[in-house]
């Protein structure tokens, strides 16, 4: 395709390093922030990588983010902590929550790292998979940065898409990694069907008459749908109460957009979990059965017309395998925004 | 209503103790039993409650069911431990690794125990608001005691609706409980549906070409359909894996169906999680944020036709305390199931 072309992740990495280091951001994190955006792309997470790249330094550059955050614990267990993000991106201080909920757990069998006042951290993902490295399990949590969801039944945006995501390692087959939104669609799938001009399927969003509203470029008016009706609702319910409020972090009514205000603190909430498999199982035994239990989705009979299952982290592995050996696309008018971006920091371009 | 006739909530966990001690249950066993059942009833759970006695009965009479269970902890972290229920009703196993997180998430801030070797517990709720009673928050998840659900695609039954259930305590409303199937619908109310002659709407499950299913008396070649499509598919997994095969319990085509088999060990896995709000925030200041959040869902607009916003946990609150008013509803048939138990068993009747 001719508007798109391929970047090496470490082409990627650098590049969003630079632009962040242009902005007074300290090397190590600057790097952090590279590596864990590019990892997104990587990942296929096309909307959660350098994609926000821009906004986040439109952010930093009106003051609304600290670019050097001073993260701080402040209380604390052996198995818990709640950090104080400092303002400062998302990425920066979850990494250094699920760092925390690692350590804690190699003693404790399990740790709850929460955070306030921290930012957008690009996908679930990220950080539900940091503890894999260590043998554990990990599981986070984010209040979404936007409401774009009413309670059930209601009109109101109140809630958010809140995902939350599962990681579970294997032994020969790709890790189980779960990255799921609360609502049907994530809002970001409703803006890239908008982008391309495309019709959005019924059941992502109604319009506030309860009818189903498909035009993507009407989402302002629209209001996203749960999965599974009240289920999601409540889901996004809980993952609110539990990232936002219990972390002293905005949920409800006191989420700010962050995308339509780049000046007012945002108070993000998030919590990641680590949990030792070893206080459990023997490590390559379980590994071994997450491997059996892949095999027998897989070896399931079908339904006419599928082709065939897929388990939660298979494309993720299978994208960051092509996208490590090609490149990862960039579309043109992506390209342009990070073009514009470069020589407004002057910086070099991508 | 003449086919029902409503029984006060001490006079059934009173029957239900006497069914287990009739079997050799201790006392003090019995009565948890009583106790746990017949709030499962008492909250609406009509399905999860004295319902299953007569089930629960001629499984320890098969031998399949341990009546006095030893149940033992066969690893544990500061944090964490892992229980071998003995193969004991699912009650009195998950009632012990909730006061056992409770105790841990006193010093550590929270604490996660899984078991194995258990059985059906009753409704998820239970377990989950057990921690609240020491201002904690409780989280539950179990692996459901039969599949009726395929991996998302295919047709084999290789799942089950894994439920979850999250409990945090408010300060003047009633507290937020979540309990809910990662399946449209619950099997028990596909049974429900079928007892009352009634169609299922479409959506709740599917046959094996892909078309919908609504004659519930069909259900046995049906496939029970996830929340959200691939999502509950993902949690119903992820679920399995972590409250089944980490706990060493079955998951996947191990899944021994509860009902159709009295005899053979089902070896159910279950987790639970306490969280000490102290450890995150003031706990009368956190009580009241989540009255702040009921009040402002409950005032969101509505959709045209809909009456009011519901919480999760208000319907259980309201049937609550109804039913610990009014007594609770026993319909005939069932009522006639008991009446034979008790002959069979030599109780007196309810």
Redesign the interface.
Same mark, same amino acid.
């Given at each position: 395709m001719t508007d798109k072309r391929n970047v090496k992740a470490d082409r990627l990495s650098g590049f969003i390093a630079s632009a962040f280091q242009a902005c007074g951001m300290s090397e190590s994190n600057s790097e952090r922030m590279g590596e864990l955006m590019a990892e997104a792309d990587i990942g296929g997470q096309d909307g959660h990588g350098v994609f926000r790249l821009p906004m986040y330094i439109r952010r930093i550059r009106a003051g609304g983010m600290e670019v050097n955050p001073d993260i701080k614990v402040i209380?604390e #267990?052996?198995?818990?902590a709640?950090l104080d993000g400092g303002n400062g991106p998302g990425h920066l201080v979850m990494s250094r929550a699920a760092e925390l909920a690692v350590e804690k757990a190699k003693?404790?069998? =399990? @740790?709850?790292v929460?955070a306030r006042y921290s930012n957008h951290a690009g996908p679930a993902f990220l950080y539900a998979r940091m503890p894999l490295a260590e043998n554990m $399990?990990g599981l986070y949590v984010a209040v979404g940065s936007a409401n774009h969801m009413?309670?059930?039944?209601?009109?109101?945006l109140?809630l958010s898409t809140n995902p939350i995501s599962?990681a579970?390692p294997s032994n020969a087959q790709a890790d189980?990694v779960?990255d799921?939104a609360t609502t =049907?669609a994530a809002y970001g799938k409703v803006k890239t069907a908008a982008d391309r001009g495309e019709t959005m399927p019924e059941g992502w969003m $109604?319009d506030?008459?309860?009818q189903p509203l498909t035009d993507p470029t009407r989402s302002a008016e629209g209001l996203l749908l749960p999965?599974?009706g009240?289920?999601?609702y409540?889901?996004s319910? $809980?993952f609110?109460?539990?990232a936002g409020?219990?972390?002293?972090a905005a949920?409800?009514?006191d989420v700010v957009d962050f995308n339509a205000d780049p000046k007012a603190t945002t108070n993000t909430g998030h919590f990641v =979990?680590a949990?030792?498999?070893a206080?459990? @199982?023997d490590v390559d035994t379980?590994k071994r059965?997450?491997d059996?239990?892949w095999d027998?989705?897989k070896?399931? @009979?079908?339904?006419?017309? =599928?082709e065939?299952? #897929?388990?939660?982290g298979e494309r993720l592995a299978a994208t960051s395998a092509e996208r490590l050996a090609e490149g990862i696309p960039i579309p043109q008018a992506l390209g342009s925004r990070l073009d514009a971006l470069a020589d407004e920091l002057g910086i070099e371009r991508l």
């Open positions: 209380s #267990r052996t198995a818990t709640l003693t404790c069998g =399990v @740790a709850w929460g $399990i009413p309670p059930w039944g209601g009109t109101d109140l599962v579970i189980i779960l799921m =049907v $109604i506030k008459q309860g999965i599974g009240p289920k999601g409540g889901l319910l $809980i609110g109460l539990l409020t219990l972390n002293g949920f409800g009514k =979990v949990l030792d498999i206080a459990f @199982a379980f059965q997450v059996g239990i027998e989705m070896s399931s @009979a079908l339904l006419p017309g =599928v065939g299952i #897929r388990l939660p």
